[in-house]
């Protein structure tokens, strides 16, 4: 049996409009619907950045600390922070260690009585904000040793951008859902379009949940019952 030996199919911004046009029986015929179509492309990229955690979208930051300081800006691209650790000793082999940062709410930093106490950091914040958002830590590192901060956070996804034959910033087993959630978007602006809308918006939810839960961590997690109230 004969087989391409390739496994390299993507689509261009040009294509995911084209094929969600088709999808709704429509046609791309001016500047403006092309315009209009890759506004609606980033915003369902806007929406996915809110249906939850997918781990396309994570990436590992650093930030060196200096002694005094409690806050520093995230990566511009950052949404959220999903893990934080404080490092000492960072690449020594021997001595490098790690010890997590525990999280808390703005209301529990707030409650902190002691705001100025230097130490080594063990909580933070995430202070988000319409621009760069910043993580705040607790206690405000002191200078007995040198602290780096690496933490995992959540990724904007890039824009549509100017150029039609770039490619979208997903992976390619989300573009059936991505044409489909275009669509979607699409149909719904459009009066002839309109039977199609549930039909499409069904496909649309159905996809988004296959991938969805198949974009996953995978490894066991074994829960452990805290028995100390019988105590």
């Known amino acids: 049996m004969a087989t391409s030996g390739t496994t390299a199919f993507n689509l261009d911004i040009g294509d995911i409009l084209e094929e969600a046009y088709d999808l709704c029986g429509l046609e791309m015929r001016t500047g403006y619907d092309y315009k209009s179509a890759k506004r609606a492309l980033n915003l369902v990229f806007l929406e996915w950045q809110n249906k939850g955690l997918n781990l396309w979208t994570l990436d590992q930051a650093s930030i060196s600390v200096t002694a005094g ?21 960072a690449g020594d082999i021997d001595k490098q260690m790690d010890q997590r940062l525990k999280r808390i709410s703005r209301t529990q930093y707030n409650h902190q009585s002691k ?29 007995a040793q040198a602290y780096t901060i690496v933490y995992d956070y959540v ?28 669509a979607f978007n699409l149909a719904c602006k459009s009066q002839n379009a309109q039977p199609r809308v549930p039909m499409i918006k069904a496909r649309y939810d159905e996809l988004w949940k296959d991938v969805s ?6 490894a066991n997690v074994k829960f452990v019952p805290n028995l100390s109230y019988m105590n």
């Open 115 to 143: 705001k100025l106490t230097r130490s080594k950091p063990t909580q933070f914040f995430v202070d988000k904000n319409t621009g760069t958002n910043s993580i705040v830590l607790w206690a405000t590192p002191d200078d």
């Open 155 to 182: 990724k904007r996804i890039e824009d549509v951008g100017i150029t039609a034959a770039n490619n979208a910033d997903v992976p390619a087993r989300y573009l059936p859902c991505l044409t489909y959630a275009l």
């Open 213 to 218: 839960e198949a974009d996953r961590e995978k």
């Open 69 to 89: 300081t409690n806050t520093y800006d995230l990566q511009s691209s950052a949404l959220d922070v999903v893990d934080a650790f404080v490092r000492t000793d």
